[in-house]
């Protein structure tokens, strides 16, 4: 294949352009210079034949770029024709004289002020949005709780059961390493720094009343966001992009009663004994270390422990879990429902699930944290 | 239109899944310029012969030579040049859902070639024109279009970079009948101008009445019979009798004819 190149022979105002070698996709990048060239040396040009009789190849790259070599010349005002077309590229030329017709979508100097307050105003009303559609959820939700209490048989049990078991049996291990860890970490830290004035005993105390009233619950509520929530919106999100809700729905059946509420009855009874296994494992995690770190015996850590804490401060922590695990579960399913038909929706709202149910049940801690205050517990 | 060069060859392939055997020592020819079509029952490995020649299903044995070259003898480089040379249609469209209807078509364009931005808009501009869209659809992404645009913007895509072959899998299925006969012709069209062959797998014998050159058949594993579709209507085989000359195909028969 020669190389593609166009000559010119310019005779006053009158300009003769010949093409040759192939025009094809391969060469389009050096061609469209060559156009680019040819164009702005011949300005003052008004008539401009363009000879295609030498022409090996031609694609619709090159196609294009003869197109657009003429629309350049008669856009200034002068003829331009093309010759020597051969019957097999007449074809692909008439089509590309019908294209790009359209005047472009004018980048229209986007205002970088006006965008950035754009971009807030949509964060923020996204915000409300997102309020909305969890109050709707929940407030759907509890119809269909009413409905199922009145008729308990409607629960679908073997449902509930099998999101029992993935989210809460299988989460187990997870969790109880986990936990187990960070109450070991916080017991090391702990007896370092108390240890300078003396008061290794009280890490016991810290411990305690640390773990069993926040970050027991604390921890299983982020591990079981990242790990079931996300999981909850991918399914009900995919469910979405395939029509399957749509199916659902039309069979008469409520997806919130036969998606949503097992997921969130399952969520409710596995959040909280997470949270009682997670503690006692990093209670476990802490004694440990209290002593083989700190040499305290067993039966002095027991002693220690029976006093520092008291049952509220084991329900207090045990009052939360449900309600996280509520908040987690309904923001999930909301995500899920939210997916449109794209896979990058898919994956934003799963990212966007998790962020969300974490942040929120920070927020719901802060609200018990004021709301035990109060009641003096 | 010469139709003597072969552009794909296939021999003695076998290709299966455990102890399944879908092919059983098939042989196919696609000549150049000319529009194939390539029907069979349902699950008798139509799909499994394209994405076997595309090369996304192994084989177990025979050679599949394209454009005179046999595919498996190829290093990863050669391969690639080949594989520009093709366009793939896929049932679904199999559109890339994050990126808009331009962008897909952009996509092969600005990974192979190393063109200017503007260039590159105006070349995936002018296919997705024509391939009969309105320029307006160029910044909806797939899931606002319907499917009849997704089909099209999808064979944009497939022709992207000027193949000299286009694989479509099922282009009309999911179409209602105006439109199948509208993407019939729009595939004729475009097979004239840019001087394509074409391998169609279709169940739509109103295509295959209207725009297919040759048709091959396949059955059993093996491709049964080969020709044009007046050897296939005259054909005694029972299962071209039944495929052909059955209620449905006398109707589409019918319509093309008078």
Known sequence: MSAASLTATAEGERVALAATGAWTAERAAELEEIIDQTVRRYQGASDVVIDLAKLERLDTFGAWLIERLKRAFTGRGSTARVIG??????????????????????????????????????????????????????????????????????????????????????????IVLSTFLIGAIIAQQGIFHFRTFGAEIYVVDMVGILVLREVGVLIVCVMVAGRSGSAYTAEIGSMKMREEIDALRTMGFDPVEVLVLPRIVALVIAVPLLTFLGSMAALYGAGLVCWLYGGMTPDILLARLREAISLPTFTVGMIKAPFMALVIGLVACVEGFEVQGSAASLGLRTTSSVVKSIFLVIVLDGFFAMFFAAVGM | MTKNETVISVRDLVVGFGDVTVLDHAALDVFEGEILGFVGGSGAGKSVLMRTIIGLLPKRQGTIEVFGTDLAALGERERRTIEQRWGVLFQQGALFSSLTALQNVQFPIREYLDLSPRLTEEIALAKLEMVGLSPDV?????????????????????????????????????????????????????????????????????????????????????????????????????????????????????????
């Open chain 1, 85 to 174: 077309l051969s019957d097999a590229d007449r074809g692909l030329m008439e089509e590309l004289q019908l294209v790009n017709r359209a005047p472009g979508e004018t980048g229209a100097a986007a205002n970088r002020i006006a965008m950035a307050l754009d971009a807030v105003g949509r964060a923020v009303a996204g915000i409300g949005w997102s309020l909305v559609v969890l109050t709707q959820l929940l407030g759907a939700l509890t119809m269909v709780i009413a409905a199922t209490i009145a008729h308990p048989t409607r629960l679908r049990l073997t449902s509930v059961v099998y999101h029992l078991e993935r989210v809460g049996w299988r989460a187990v291990p997870i």
């Open chain 2, 138 to 258: 160029r910044g909806k992404y797939p899931a606002e279009l319907s499917g009849g645009m997704i089909k099209r913007v999808a064979l944009a895509r497939a022709l992207a970079l000027d193949p000299d072959i286009v694989f479509l899998d099922e282009p009309t299925s999911g179409l209602d009948p105006i439109g199948a006969a509208e993407f019939d012709e729009l595939i004729r069209t475009l097979q004239r101008t840019l001087g394509l062959s074409v391998f169609m797998v279709t169940h739509d014998l109103d295509s295959l009445h209207a725009v297919c050159d040759r048709i091959a058949v396949l059955s059993e594993g093996r491709v049964i019979a080969s020709g044009p579709i007046e050897t296939m209507l005259a054909s005694e085989h029972p299962w071209l009798k039944s495929y052909f000359r059955g209620k449905r195909g006398r109707q589409s028969q019918r319509l093309v004819h008078h």
